[in-house]
């Protein structure tokens, strides 16, 4: 199961899991999602001699929720280095899915000394993304719940009716084709069940397009499409009904890497490809810290 702990950025106190021994990795969850969804990497992990530790996100438990709604990437960001310090490292490897990979994406970009490496899952370059998706077709119809959520209580009615049908219903569109064990749905919704949390989850996407984030100025396009120079493995699953495979490795460019980017497609896996095709992406993990630790 691992050892809990209890991490702090500033005022807020964070509930982390973790297992093994070495160099540190730490994992951050995306949405619909929380701390256990990396049960499939942490053992495999500490079984090759890595210390590796998943930490609850910022507002997903009523300890981490920021008084001031605070819920931008920047300030995930800055959680993430006061984690480092506290875990006792300067540097480590860092791994995030979904709103994970925006955060390290951003945290890669502010302080890349803190980092071995990113390994980044189902969310591509987070500036890119902001700048582009939006015009292309396909990714608008399927970035639909991003503006719904934008609908603060009819969204937030319709996220929680019938114990939260609607989280179920997304994991099954966005990993079609994959059955989670029913048991991880289950935390998922325990977790977002708890006071705050759902506010919390979707203040994410309310940050994300405030007007103050939208590439409505050449300054802000500029902005947006930031380096990350820190060696970046971005994954991405073949089937994923969040965000397109395609468009994903469009949006991973080169250019904005300049300490090297490798980008590979997971098989017979959608948007929650680590926990659906663990073995494959565990074996990709591992390599990749190897190279660079």
Not at 102 to 124: K, N
Request: a negative charge; glycine letters at 6%.
């Amino acid at each position: 199961m691992g050892r809990i702990a209890t991490l702090k950025s500033g005022d807020l106190k964070f509930t982390a899991i973790e297992q093994g021994e070495g160099p540190l990795v730490l994992c951050l969850h995306g949405f619909p999602d929380c701390y256990h969804s990396f049960r499939h990497q942490l053992p495999f992990l500490a079984a090759h001699g890595y210390r590796a530790v998943s930490v609850s996100l910022r507002g997903y438990e009523p300890s981490s929720q920021p008084a001031d709604d605070d819920y931008s990437l920047e300030s995930m960001a800055d959680d993430v280095i006061s984690f480092i310090d506290q875990l006792g490292e300067d540097k480590v490897h860092l791994i995030g899915h979904d709103w994970g990979a925006a955060i390290a994406y951003t945290a890669g970009a502010a302080a890349p000394e803190r980092f071995h490496s990113l390994t980044t899952m189902a969310v591509p370059h987070s500036g890119r993304f902001v700048n582009e998706a939006f015009f292309k077709p396909k990714q608008a119809r399927l970035s639909w719940y991003m503006l719904f959520f934008q609908l603060r209580g009819l969204s937030d009615y319709t996220v929680k009716r019938d114990d939260f049908a609607f989280i179920r219903w997304l994991w099954r569109v966005w990993s079609p084709g994959w059955q989670p064990e029913e048991s991880a749905l289950a935390e998922v919704i325990d977790t977002l069940r708890q006071p705050g949390v759902q506010r919390g989850a979707l203040a994410y996407y309310r940050e994300a397009l405030s007007p103050k984030q939208l590439p409505l100025t050449p300054a802000r396009r500029a902005a947006n499409a930031y380096r990350v120079p820190v060696p970046t493995l971005a994954l991405t699953g073949r089937d994923d009904g969040c965000i397109d495979c395609d468009i994903f490795q469009a949006l991973c460019r080169e250019e904005d890497f300049p300490n090297g980017l490798q980008t590979r497609v997971v098989e017979n896996a959608g948007h929650f490809l680590h926990q659906e095709q663990p073995e494959i992406v565990n074996a990709l993990l591992l390599e990749w810290l190897s190279r660079h630790s």
